[in-house]
């Protein structure tokens, strides 16, 4: 439930590095969204205050991690504007953090008690198992990060809500959890926000496209083609 604040806290931070201009309709489409997610998921629960505190820091890292991705990917000064030059960065250490946190947590005395490893077989089994959720995972955030590089992180979010969605009718529809009518009015709002998005974007591209057409004949000049970062717009200004 905390979670469902990450696209709130994303976009203020798109709206902190001008990766975004400041609209009270995007603030509004992105509450309606939050509080689409939040009803999928509310239920009454146990209050643990550490719990909150870090799930809520997580929610915040989030939005400050897909920031300074379209930071890296769109910002020509760092050289990172290929997806899969960032990824040659940012892998090797996101793997070396996870695999220390998970010599220190996981209980690795019990490896060899798992019926995951417990003959070559379930090795082999487990292997590609892994080996076929990994390249899953990478083609995903390869995905992810390309998506970044020409649209913006917020997109990207909202892209994420949307296969929420799917998530939970899959759930639902295959493996027959339980669906109440606060799930059912979270989906309906999870897709009235994302509607209400592809509108102002729309509204956006229009927008941009008249005010090329206003332009008189820039063949380099391309509004609608691309998010531009705000600060290397005043930054052409400035030199023009």
Excluded at 169 to 179: E, G, I, P, W
């Amino acid at each position: 439930m905390c979670k469902s604040a990450s696209p709130i806290f994303l976009l203020l931070f798109a709206f902190a590095f001008r990766l975004e201009s400041p609209s009270i309709k995007l603030l509004g489409i992105i509450m309606i969204i939050s509080i689409g997610i939040l009803l999928t998921v509310a239920k009454e629960t146990e209050f643990e205050l550490w719990g909150f505190v870090f799930v809520m820091l997580a929610a915040v890292m989030s939005g400050f991690r897909w920031s300074m991705t379209q930071i890296l990917l769109q910002k020509e000064v760092y050289g990172l504007k290929n997806p899969l030059t960032l990824m040659s960065y940012v892998t090797p250490v996101m793997a070396l953090i996870t695999g220390l946190l998970s010599l220190i947590f996981d209980p690795w005395r019990e490896f060899k008690k798992s019926s995951y490893f417990d003959s070559s077989w379930h090795v082999g089994q487990s292997l590609v198992l892994m080996l076929f959720g990994g390249t899953l995972a990478f083609f995903m955030v390869l995905t992810e990060y390309v998506l970044v590089s020409v649209t913006s992180a917020v997109t990207v979010t909202i892209a994420g809500v949307v296969k929420e969605a799917v998530t939970i009718l899959v759930a639902v529809l295959y493996f027959h959890d339980h669906f109440t009518w606060l799930k059912g009015a979270g989906l309906i709002t999870i897709m009235a926000g994302v509607g209400l998005f592809n509108w102002y974007k729309y509204q956006k591209l229009q927008k941009g496209q008249k005010s090329e057409d206003g332009l008189a004949g820039s063949p380099t000049t391309n509004v609608a083609a691309k998010y531009v970062i705000l600060e290397d717009m005043d930054d052409q200004d400035h030199n023009t």
